[in-house]
Each structure stands twice: as C-alpha cells, then as structure tokens.
C-alpha cells in the first residue's frame, strides 16, 4: 500500500517537472541508442583517431631521427675538405663520421652496409662540393638523407660565417638543436580539432534527417493532435542533439590524456564545442524546415557546413585554431574571448532558430 | 546463315539492354536534378558568394590566419631583436615580452638570449643563438620550431645576397644505391634527376659545379652502361676505362624496380636547405582534392537508392520487363559519369595526366559500389548518412593515409592515390604498379555492386531487417549449390586482399618481432572469415540442409575456391613488396615469392589447410552463432600457426 503511495507521489512529481521537450530529447537519444548508429559514429571516430595516431608515430618515426632511439648513423668522409666535413658532423650527436683515404674504400664499406652513408667532398673554387650517398630502398632512408642534410646545413653554416664579411646580411645565429618532437603541434592542431568537430558534424547531419524524415512520413501532421508545438520539436530535438556532442568531445579528450597528449582548459574546449554544435544545430534546424525536400536539405547542410567551417578558418581566431591554443595551453585573453563570441554566435543561432519555427505552420511542411 | 542470325540477335538484346539503361539513367538524372530545384541551388549560390567575399576581404585585409597552428608558440624575445622578423615570418610563433618569470610559469614558451661566439676547441664552428625553453615537450616542440624558423629565415635572406659564392658555399648532389643486404636490386640514376631538380636559386652555380668535377658522376649513361657490363652489382667502377678511380659508382634507373623511382622525392642537388628527403608533400594535397567531390556524389546517389525503397518506387521499376542488373546500371551510370568528369576536371587543373585519371576512378567506382551497397542495407535515412560517413572516412584513409610514404615504401603502393602522387612527382608509373594498387578496388567494386543487385528484390528492399541480417541475406543471395560456394570465396579475395594490404600497413611501425607474430594471427582471421561467412549465411536461410557431409562439401569447395582465387596475389611480386620482412610473412604461406624447388610442397599445403580450416569452420556454422564463432576461433589458430611454421622454415 505504501509503495503504491509512493509510486503516485513519484508520478505526480514526475508530471510537475516533465516537460514535451524533454521527452522528446529522450526519444531522440533512445532511438539513436536502439539503432545503434551512434556506435557506429564512435566506432567511426576511434577509427580515425587510430589511423591519425599511426600516421604520427609513423612520420615521427620516419622523419625524426631523434626519436628513434640509439639510432646512429655511421658515415664514411673522404675528399680535399674531410676536416670541414668533419667538423660539421660532430656537431650532430646522431652521425658519426670516419675519414677514409680513397672513395673506393668508402664505396666498398657502404656496398657492405658498413657505412650508411658516404660524403665525397671535391674543393671547386671557393666552394665545396659534396656527393652524399644514401642507401637506397629502406626505410631507414628517409633517416639518413635528413640527419645527413642537417651535418651539410652544419657545413653551409659554419662556411658562412668564415665569410660573414662578404655578405650585406649575414645569416642570423640559430639556436641549438635539442632534438624536440617536429610534429607535436600536429597532435594539437589537425587531430585533436578534428575529433572536436567530428561530432559536431554528426550532430547537425542527424537533426537534418531527424526533421525531415519526421516530415516526409507524415508524423508533423499528428502534431494538430498532440499536445506538443513545433517549437517544443525543435527545442527537444536540438537540446539532444547539443548534448551529446560535447560528451563524445570529452571522451576523445580522455583518451588522449590517457596517450599521453596533455590537454588544457578542457572547460573551455567543453564550450566551445557546445557553442559549435549550438550554431551547426541551428543551422541543420533552419535548413531542414525551409528546404523543399530532404535531398536539398542534405546538400544545403552539407554546402553550409563546408563554408561555416572554411569561413570560420579564414577568420582570425576559427574554431580549429581556437580550438589548438586552448588545448597546447597558449590561449590568451582574446581566445577566450573568441570562445564567448562563439557562444553569442549560438544563443543568436538558436533564437532565431526558434523564431522560424513559430513562423512554420507544421501542415503546410 | 543460322551462326550469324543468333549473332544479329544477340546484338539487338544487347541494344535494347543498352537503350533500357539508357532510358533509366536519363530518368535518374532528371529525377534528381529536378529534386534540387532553383530555389536550393541559388541559396547554396548566395552562401558561397557570401563566405567567398568575406573570405576574400580577411585576406585582403590581412587579417586572415588560415593555418591551424597560429600563435600556439609563445617567444619571449626583445623589442629590438632581429629575431621579430623571424617570429612574424612564422604563422605559429608568437612575439612576446622577454620575462624569466613567464618562462617560469609557463606563460612563454621560449625565452631569446643573447649570442654565443664560436669557439676555437670542440663545439659548433658558427655563432649559436642562447635560447631558454620551458620544461616538458611543449618547451622543446616550441624550440624546434623556432629553429627551423631561423633557418627558412636565413634561407630566404640568403637568396637575396649579391655575393652567391658566400652566401652559398656548400654544394650537394644526393644519389641513392643499394647496399648489398638488400640484394641485387639495380642502381638508380642519380644523374637524370638532376636535370629536373628544383635548383632556383642556387641554380646555375649548381651547374657550373657539375661541369667543374662530377662529370663523370653525374653522366648517367656512360657509368650506367659500365655498371651493368661489370655484372650489374653497380659497385667498384675503378676498373671502367673512362671514368677516374675516385668517382662515385652511378647506375642506371631505366631497369630498376618501381621502389628505386619512387624514391626520387624532393630535388637531389642544389644548395644543402634545397635536398628534400622523400616527402612528396604538394602532390599529397592535390591527390586530396580529388577525394572531396566524391563525398558529395555517393551522398546524392545513396538517397536517390533509399527514396527508392523507401518510398516504394522500385517496386515499378521491379515489375517493369527490365533485368534488376540493367536498373541498378541504369541508376548508377550518371553518378558514375559525374565522378569521372569531375576527375578528368580536377586532373586537367592540376596538371594529372591519364594515369591519375585511371587511378582516381577506381577509387569512385568503389565510392559508388559501397554506398549502393549500404544505400540497400539501410534501414533509415538516419542510417545512410552513417553509412556514407563510414564508407568516406574508411576509404579516405584507406587510400590518403598510405601514400603519404609514396617515397618511402612500397606498401604506399596499395592506394592508387599513390599513382597520382607518383604522376604528379613526374615519376613514370609501370603497368604492374597499376594493376596492383588498383586491382582490389576494381574487383572489389564489382563484387559489391553484384552483392547489391542480389538484394535489389522485393523481400529485401521493402522491410526492415537490421544491417547484418541484410547482410546475410545479400550473400545468401548469391549462393545456389556448391560449386557457388567456391566461387563466392574467390569474390572475396579482393576483400582479404584489401584487409591484410591494411592490416600490414597499419603494423607496419610496430618492431618486427611483435608486427609478424600478430599478422599472421590477422591475416589467418581474415582468411578464416572470408571463407565462412557466406557458408553460415546458406546454413541460416536454410538454403543447405544441416548435415556433416553437407558441411564438409562446402567447405571444401570453400578452400578450393580460395585456393584458386589466392594465386593472383602474385601480382605483388611485381611490385617487389615479398622483399619487405612484413611482405613476406603476409604472402609466404601462400606460396608467393618463394625458390621454384620448394614450390611443389608449397602448392599442396595450402589446399590442404584452406580445404581443412574451411570444414572446421562450416561444421561449426551448422549451429548458431554462438557455434560458428567458436569454431573459426579454432581455424584460426591452425591457420595461423601453419602460417607461422611456413614463415620460419623459409623465412
């Protein structure tokens, strides 16, 4: 008895608070979950970020031989300016350089692989020419011409500044080389906006055929009947689609911390994304109630979203930027101020959204 | 008289075939450029007029920061430096004040100091410019950059100078040459490439350089036709009468393997910053471009197949006399047409020639065949647009990701957009490079298109069974009596193929000793699934009865088929991936790239495993699900270690 009482103050206070438009989110969200796309969309995702991950490694590992450890390269000198030669190779840690009398011997040892590359240097009037020798077809390669390049780079600029007072602006000192990773911005600025905005792209693609699938079956017209008004559709389909973007962005934000990729100001990213979705939802919304028909709508969406996305790049401060210094931590003051634009963007968005969609008589759809 | 009636006759089907397709495909196109009617294209005009003008006017005004990385690299550095110059130079440094605390703090990055003049004992030659960076990977990420930043300055300040002899003292010509570990591969043609390298502006001095010493060096025929007489080893050229004992060997490129082309990347001579190790990077982003289009093709085709299920107009169209092969060619050809015209345009603008063309379209084939395929599967248009998002960014990957080490491997040459990046290098690209790289997506197009059209029929198109059931019903489908089952199994091989091309390029970074192990376990799965998923399905439909015999018969028929189908993977011997240690292991056990001697117990061990791990596999797919997996868990495991027995005894 006492738990029948229960359930129906429940139910009561249930009935207090439930509201259409958080109904119809659920709905949304349930349905998503029963047909299982959104697993798909996550698999999708993970796909990508492997991918993305093997595609680092593999460019770090190929073209960073610092990161390749105990990777030493031995390479064989020979020629009138071995000692120059010479000289610029100690100042790379990862090649060693002998001195060898005659090019043949060089020859020889590299056809052994005892040497994996060879510097044959010839003296041409007040120049240096140098032939390197690389092994060809393996994967070390790419290792060996560009640690190689480096020692000449070495080379070029210690010759340089022996003749600093024949140029009208001599070559400004570099500083040392301390083997930092060349592609750790690319975890930063190409993957990690990437798996921002992926879900932002979804949410918007799903609102587009949510909408109008709703509309070419016929199931708007039920609305004279039901007690819900297309502003409580839209606000509820919208508010689900908002919500899961963000979730999944902080997922992705997970694993990579998990990988080792240190990501900072996550509450910040956390809103940019919201307000993101907020906009690209808005416009999925717009499009799907003015469109004719379910194909231009997808086209519309399709073309909107590309040029939201190029418009905003080209602007100073677009999303994937944004996005970039808020996570390697170089926001500044006018960052984040980019951030509250995007949310004014969006509540702007959604509003007129809104406002459409009391203007839109559900029968005529 | 009678021979050529049949003929005549069977030329006028084919006619009317062709006018039926025809009929449908004009149909088609009407259909869908009338759904896109004025209205929606002219807003899609204003959208793009409106970004375009605001787009135009930030770069106009210079306001514009296309680059993602803008400003993520803070460097704390004087007003009065001339190192400003630098950091504006460089879309991702930022100029701030120079203050320890803020290096501290972590609100820079970088903190310039002051110069360090060379010193005469051990250490660099050259003054070095002190610089503090902030702890962690950010401070030393954020030091290199600022490095290369300083160099591309110098390099560009460098062009400038009036003196090119100081400005440019170094001179350097790369050639590559086997090392004899890699065996008698043929020497490459330095020498040639020279002519092509990009040399601006060190340019003529480099010539004036090369006609000072290297003569000999850099003349590819007369050292190449040596190098080939002396037994083609290309080594010691001390012996040939017309070049001196010290000059460098040079072979000759035009016989050699696709690999040593492909590894001609950047320019191989000029000044030291103008060497390029192989990183074809422009060509890789126009290869992309031709990857863009074709997301808004399959998008427009995938609805135009679901309104039609949806919306229940096939069924016109399945009672109509028309053969179901003639609709979907009929639906498929303008958006075929479209992709190849829109190839043929990008190609044209960005100076590709046939071969990317011919590359590319494979790709939109296979585009069009998954989507068709997905488009029959799909159960919502909710569902296609997830379909169509797996289907670009499987295939984007499949085919972008792998050419970006164009120059590096030749496991690149499993995408053909590596052909067009290849082309777009100026590398010539020979017939067994094609057929490799494009043979899967060609076969494998074709089989989807056919598992389609075995669905294109009224119990599949309109009801709504989940995706895999679907799936299950496309392969059964196609199945009829035994000899079928074998020949399904040799469909798939493009499929197997395709996987185990990806799952070698995706282990390809692991350390050997962990990467063969877990391939072989891989490629064992892949093989074990192709050759028993469509048996279960024929199990399922009740299309064979659940007998052992019944299940022993197919999957035998399966290995055979299997068998058969696997000795066309002989193709990548053209391409010389068995000399790669990952190539050898994925391909051994099936008896490629290995001495003719051994070839006999090589031919008949693979029958006997296919024909053996097949049976396993369809007794288990007589039951349920539960059954059939537990079964190809143990085919498996055969299957791999015979892999792994055949990869250490001729490995």
């Known amino acids: 008895m006492a738990d029948r009482d229960l359930w129906d103050r429940w139910h009561a206070v249930a009935d207090r608070f439930s509201d259409p438009r958080l109904t119809i989110a659920g709905r949304e969200i349930r349905v998503l979950g029963r047909e299982k796309t959104i697993i798909l969309a996550v698999v999708i995702q993970l796909f990508v970020a492997a991918f993305a991950g093997f595609l680092v490694v593999g460019l770090v590992s190929l073209y960073d031989p610092g990161s390749v450890d105990g990777y030493q390269i031995d390479a064989a000198v020979t020629g009138d300016a071995t000692n120059e030669m010479l000289a610029a190779i100690d100042d790379r840690p990862a090649i060693d350089g002998t001195r060898y009398a005659t090019t043949s011997d060089a020859y020889a040892d590299f056809q052994d692989g005892t040497v994996n590359a060879v510097f044959q240097t010839t003296r041409v009037d007040d120049r240096i020419q140098v032939v390197?020798?690389?092994?060809?077809?393996?994967?070390?390669?790419?290792?060996?011409?560009?640690?190689?390049?480096?020692?000449?780079?070495?080379?070029?600029?210690?010759?340089?500044?022996?003749?600093?007072?024949?140029?009208?602006?001599?070559?400004?000192?570099?500083?040392?080389?301390?083997?930092?990773?060349?592609?750790?911005?690319?975890?930063?600025?190409?993957?990690?906006?990437?798996?921002?905005?992926?879900?932002?792209?979804?949410?918007?693609?799903?609102?587009?055929?949510?909408?109008?699938?709703?509309?070419?079956?016929?199931?708007?017209?039920?609305?004279?009947?039901?007690?819900?008004?297309?502003?409580?559709?839209?606000?509820g389909k919208s508010a689900a689609m908002i919500a899961i973007a963000p979730i999944q962005a902080v997922a992705w934000m997970g694993l990579l911390s998990l990988n080792g990729v240190a990501v900072a100001n996550i509450g910040w990213l956390v809103a940019l994304v919201v307000a993101v979705t907020a906009i690209v939802v808005a416009l999925s919304v717009a499009v799907s109630l003015l469109a004719p028909d379910r194909r231009s709508a997808q086209l519309l969406f399709s073309v909107g979203i590309l040029l939201f996305f190029a418009g905003a790049t080209l602007l100073p401060g677009g999303p994937a930027n944004t996005a970039a210094r808020l996570a390697i931590d170089s926001a500044t003051l006018s960052t984040r101020l980019v951030v509250l634009i995007y949310g004014g963007v969006g509540v702007a968005a959604v509003g007129a959204v809104r406002r459409l969609a009391t203007r839109i008589d559900p029968n005529r759809l | 008289m009678r021979r050529i009636d049949r003929l005549r006759n069977r030329l006028a089907t084919a006619g009317r075939r062709l006018r039926r397709i025809g009929r449908i495909a004009r149909w088609e196109l009407g259909q869908s450029t009338s759904s896109y009617n004025r209205r929606t294209l002219a807003v899609v005009a204003v959208l793009v007029v409106i970004v375009g003008s605001v787009g135009a006017s930030t770069v106009a005004l210079g306001v514009a920061s296309p680059a993602p990385n803008t400003d993520i690299y803070r460097v704390g550095v004087a007003a009065d430096s001339p190192y400003n110059a630098v950091i504006e130079d460089n879309a991702a440094l930022t100029a701030r004040q120079p203050d320890r605390t803020a290096l501290a703090t972590g609100e820079i990055d970088l903190l310039v100091g002051g110069v360090r003049q060379a010193t005469a004992g051990p250490g660099p030659r050259s003054p070095t410019l002190l610089v503090e960076a902030a702890d962690g990977q950010k401070g030393a990420a954020a030091l290199t950059a600022f490095r290369s930043a300083v160099q591309s300055y110098n390099d560009r300040a460098m062009a400038l100078e009036s003196n090119q002899t100081a400005a440019y003292p170094v001179v350097v010509e790369l050639q590559y040459l086997p090392q004899s570990t890699l065996g008698p591969a043929a020497p490459t043609d330095a020498g040639d490439l020279t002519d092509d390298g990009e040399t601006e502006s060190g340019g003529d001095e480099d010539n004036t350089g090369s006609d000072g010493t290297d003569t000999d060096a850099t003349d590819p025929t007369t050292n190449g036709t040596v190098g080939e007489a002396n037994g083609g080893d290309g080594g010691d050229t001390s012996d040939s009468p017309d070049s001196d004992a010290d000059a460098p060997p040079v072979g000759d490129g035009n016989g050699g393997s696709l690999l040593d082309r492909a590894l001609f990347g950047g320019a191989t001579s000029g000044s030291p910053a103008e060497i390029q190790p192989p990183f074809p990077f422009g060509s890789l982003l126009l290869a992309f471009l031709f990857l863009v289009p074709m997301n808004f093709v399959i998008q427009s085709y995938g609805s135009s197949v679901l309104n039609e299920r949806i919306s229940r107009r096939g069924e016109l169209l399945l009672v109509a006399p028309i053969e179901r092969l003639d609709i979907v060619a009929g639906k498929t050809l303008p958006y075929a047409a479209i992709a190849i015209a829109v190839t043929v345009g990008i190609a044209a603008a960005i100076g590709g020639g046939v071969v990317s063309v011919f590359a590319v379209v494979p790709i939109a084939l296979t585009f069009l065949a998954a989507t068709f395929l997905g488009a029959m599967f799909a159960r919502s248009f909710k569902e296609l647009t997830f379909v169509t998002i797996t289907i670009t960014v499987f295939l984007t990957s499949y085919v972008f990701i792998p050419s970006i080490f164009t120059n590096v491997t030749p496991i690149a040459l499993i995408s053909p957009l590596t052909l067009v990046v290849m082309e777009l290098q100026g590398e010539a690209v020979s017939l067994g490079s094609y057929l490799f790289s494009t043979g899967p997506f060609y076969t494998s197009a074709a089989v989807l298109f056919l598992l389609g059209t075995g669905v294109y029929r009224e119990e599949d198109m309109f009801s709504q069974k989940p995706v895999p059931l679907k799936f299950l019903d496309a392969l059964d489908a196609r199945l009829s009596g035994v000899r079928s089952v074998g020949v399904l199994t040799a469909l798939f091989l493009p499929f197997v193929f395709i996987a185990e091309l990806l799952a070698i390029a995706v282990l390809f970074v692991l350390p050997i000793e962990v990467s063969i192990p877990l391939l072989l376990v891989v490629i064992a799965a892949v093989e074990e699934v192709a050759k028993s998923i469509h048996i279960f399905a024929g199990f399922e439909s009740d299309r064979f009865d659940r007998s052992v015999p019944t299940a022993l018969l197919l999957g035998a028929a399966s290995g055979v088929g299997f068998f058969v189908a696997e000795k066309f993977t002989a193709v990548a011997q053209l391409v010389g991936l068995p000399d790669l240690q990952l190539g050898q292991a994925a391909l051994q056990p099936a008896g490629i790239g290995i001495a003719p001697s051994t070839t006999l117990l090589l031919l008949a061990g693979p029958l006997v495993l296919h024909t053996v791990t097949a049976g396993i596999s369809a007794l288990g797919a007589r039951k349920r699900l539960r059954w059939y997996l537990v079964s190809l868990v143990a085919a498996t495991a055969i299957h791999a270690a015979y892999n792994l027995g055949v990869v250490t005894l001729y490995g």
């Open chain 1, 132 to 235: 390197m020798t690389a092994p060809d077809g393996s994967i070390e390669t790419t290792l060996v011409v560009s640690e190689g390049q480096e020692a000449l780079r070495a080379l070029e600029r210690n010759l340089r500044a022996e003749r600093a007072d024949s140029l009208s602006n001599p070559p400004l000192p570099l500083p040392p080389d301390t083997g930092g990773n060349p592609y750790y911005d690319f975890t930063y600025t190409i993957l990690l906006p990437l798996l921002l905005f992926l879900p932002v792209f979804i949410s918007g693609s799903i609102t587009v055929d949510s909408l109008t699938a709703e509309r070419e079956q016929g199931t708007l017209e039920l609305l004279r009947v039901a007690p819900v008004t297309m502003i409580d559709i839209v606000d």
